[in-house]
């Protein structure tokens, strides 16, 4: 399983033109799945997630976690986390779970991550989705289980 948690000032969620979810400042969290992957990986990923110290405290140093900031997570299935362009130059899917798995997984970790007192908000799994986000920092951290 593969995160990739960017700390943003503001991110939107669309699916076609119309918004489906949006979060003030937080993290934006692009969450992939990989055959194999179980709700352990799943724990592992929203407790790291939730206590991530990428916030700054008062003296600039990047000791807080979303929580403490009182910002919100949206969490995104992205399964091209899993594209593998290694041979020739259009990328490979095989490594990703097939969507009966990666889905619960995916609203496994949400749920997750709500049991730390944040909240989530979340696209729509399978969906083309349109995210704008304004990156704050910028930061991002690839978490992996």
């Not at 489906?20 to 055959?35: A, C, D, H, K, N």
């Not at 179980?38 to 991530?52: P, R, S, V």
């Not at 990047?62 to 009182?70: A, E, F, H, T």
């Not at 041979?87 to 709500?114: C, M, Q, W």
Request: avoid cysteine; glycine fraction near 8%.
């Amino acid at each position: 399983m593969r995160a990739v948690v960017q700390r943003v000032k503001r991110t939107t969620l669309s699916v076609n033109g119309e918004l489906i979810s949006e979060i003030p400042f937080g993290l934006t969290v692009f969450l992939g799945v990989t055959t194999g992957d179980t709700q352990k990986e799943a724990a592992y990923l929203a407790k790291k997630i939730a206590n991530l110290r990428i916030f700054e405290d008062e003296n600039g140093k990047m000791n807080l976690s979303v929580k403490d900031v009182g910002g919100e997570v949206l969490l995104v299935s992205q399964f091209t986390l899993y594209g593998d362009a290694s041979h020739g130059n259009r990328p490979s899917f095989t490594l990703a779970a097939r969507p009966e798995i990666a889905e619960p997984l995916y609203e496994y970790v949400i749920d997750e991550v709500k049991t730390y007192g944040i909240t989530v908000k979340k696209g729509v799994f399978g969906a083309d989705m349109q995210i704008v986000q304004h990156n704050d920092g910028p930061v991002t951290i690839l978490l992996e289980a």
